[in-house]
């Protein structure tokens, strides 16, 4: 098996969904005027698969911890983006028969930007959803100093702050696009316009629940062979941030010459 079906089948992604998304990224991968028309879409898809192939390691996991891969709602997400997948594939090649730069090729692109630009979104919303579950995984499954999981915590939790709020920019601008449409008008981009909209419901609620994870993920704090000569030192943490220590440790600590010392949580 390759690394994406290994990746894919200890995170319950469908066979179907599998098809889906590796059907969609070989028509990319075979069509350099297919990347370079629709330059989002092979870059979203790109990031997805090499964020599934990176969980291989998910492959010697605990059940606890598949369990809270589940909870981010990364399966269900992966597997309505590989049905996405396989339907503009298929209407992809339908529209690219005379070729991607053809006449009819770029009128199609143009007649159809609605629904491009919602699996634009999907993936984009899929992708995001994966570099958070490899976040969160990785930080709790991988060996790291303590340094340097805070300094991940920290750059994941600005990133997904970013997403949030990206998303929520994404679902006002659709908003306003059906706004601005009569019922009327082409029924068939106000429903494409709908499920974009829904996908970046899905996104905002999905990264909350996911913050969630992120917020539970737990330090080790070690002081150790201190020494304070006529100086103020606080070791410890201020009560601000005990939420996010598990364990913490202070030995080995000198003070000299009316040094002041502050030890433990302040």
Not at 12 to 38: C, M, S, V
Not at 197 to 226: C, H, M, P, W, Y
């Amino acid at each position: 098996m390759s690394g994406l079906e290994i990746a894919a089948g200890v995170i319950g992604i469908t066979d179907f969904g599998l098809r889906g998304i590796k059907g969609l990224y070989d028509f990319f991968q075979d069509l350099q005027d297919a990347r370079e028309n629709l330059p989002q879409i092979w870059h979203e898809l790109s990031c997805i698969q090499s964020n599934v192939v990176s969980l291989k390691f998910l492959s010697e996991a605990d059940e606890d911890t598949l369990k809270e891969v589940r909870a981010t709602g990364i399966t269900q997400g992966m597997n309505d983006c590989g049905s996405a997948c396989d339907k503009l594939n298929r209407q992809l090649i339908r529209w690219t028969e005379r070729g991607v730069d053809s006449f009819t090729g770029k009128l199609n692109f143009k007649l159809h930007s609605a629904q491009i630009e919602k699996n634009r979104v999907r993936l984009w919303a899929t992708a995001r959803m994966l570099d958070m579950t490899v976040g969160i995984l990785t930080l709790k499954l991988v060996h790291k100093s303590e340094a340097e999981r805070a300094a991940e915590i920290s750059a994941l939790t600005q990133a997904m702050d970013c997403w949030k709020r990206q998303a929520g920019q994404e679902r006002e601008r659709v908003s306003l696009s059906l706004q601005g449409l009569e019922d009327s008008e082409d029924s068939g981009v106000i429903d494409e316009l709908d499920e974009e909209e829904s996908v970046l419901k899905t996104f905002i609620d999905r990264s909350g629940q996911t913050a969630e994870q992120l917020q539970a993920v737990k330090l080790n704090q070690t002081f150790k062979g201190i020494n304070s000569d006529d100086s103020e030192v606080k070791l410890g943490m201020p009560a601000s941030v005990v939420d996010k220590v598990a364990r913490q440790s202070i030995t080995d600590v000198t003070s000299k010459n009316k040094s002041k010392v502050t030890v433990g949580i302040w």
